[in-house]
């Protein structure tokens, strides 16, 4: 069974610049997370989805983060413009149910300068 | 403030050799305790899920123990491997909060590094 896909595995943009991460989940699985990891830091939750219906953004900068996840399956997590301190690497993680494991992807090392 | 603090930072031990991780959560209300394993430039990869009425749960070499009334967990690893050389991490999951979702609060990790 294939995991989480994530792309691309690593950007580096200047900033200001526009980026978008994407996420391809494990088949079958409802629940989709957009977590965000600082160096040497736990990750830390921007946006859950329970299919296409973002649950808990409460997170998430709304100024300059977006996400979609259309039809239920893919997500791509947005920034625009980019600031220094979005430096990060962005985990996206998906399960059966919200209560259930969260099998994470390798994530996108952002490197914004 | 919903809050997990883990000890130690770092640890570095030999092949071979036992070593304990702790974390203390200070989540309300609780509702499971999680150990994930992180290798350098990958993701999380949960360990061991327990409930708030579990006191251990075993996963190969890995052994988590649970208690909610101190609020304390830890993750004992046996007769260590060079493999096991990662960050470990302690998730508190919150049961249903005002959205009616379950909230995690993540550690910052243990780096344990197993040297030959």
């Known amino acids: 069974e294939a995991g989480v896909v994530?792309?691309?595995?690593?950007?580096?943009?200047?900033?200001?610049?526009?980026?978008?991460?994407w996420c391809n989940p494990i088949s079958g699985h409802n629940t989709l997370y957009w977590y965000l990891q600082n160096l040497g830091q736990g990750p830390e939750l921007l946006i859950r989805?329970?299919?296409?219906?973002?649950?808990?953004?409460?997170?998430?900068?709304?100024?300059?983060?977006?996400a979609e996840r259309l039809k239920g399956v893919d997500s791509t997590l947005k920034i625009q413009p980019a600031e220094l301190g979005d430096s990060a690497v962005y985990l996206c993680a998906s399960s059966p149910g919200q209560y259930n494991e969260q099998f994470f992807g390798p994530g996108t090392r952002l490197t914004v300068l | 403030k919903n809050q997990v603090e883990q000890s130690p930072q770092s640890l570095i031990i030999l092949e071979g050799k036992n070593c304990t991780l702790q974390c203390n959560?200070?989540?309300?209300?609780?509702?499971?305790?999680?150990?994930?394993?992180?290798?350098?430039?990958?993701?999380?990869?949960?360990?061991?899920?327990?409930?708030?009425?579990?006191?251990?749960?075993?996963n190969g070499r890995y052994t988590a123990t649970l208690d909610a009334d101190t609020k304390q967990s830890s993750l004992h690893i046996t007769a260590s491997q060079l493999s096991d050389s990662a960050s470990y991490i302690c998730v508190a999951g919150l049961s249903r909060s005002n959205f009616g979702n379950e909230k995690l609060t993540f550690g910052t990790g243990t780096r344990l590094t197993i040297i030959p």
């Open chain 1, 6 to 21: 994530q792309s691309p595995r690593y950007k580096i943009i200047e900033k200001k610049q526009p980026v978008a991460f």
């Open chain 1, 49 to 66: 989805y329970e299919n296409e219906e973002a649950v808990d953004d409460s997170q998430l900068p709304k100024d300059r983060f977006s």
């Open chain 2, 25 to 58: 959560y200070t989540v309300s209300p609780f509702s499971n305790l999680r150990w994930y394993k992180q290798d350098t430039g990958r993701g999380p990869v949960s360990l061991t899920i327990m409930t708030f009425s579990e006191n251990t749960k075993s």
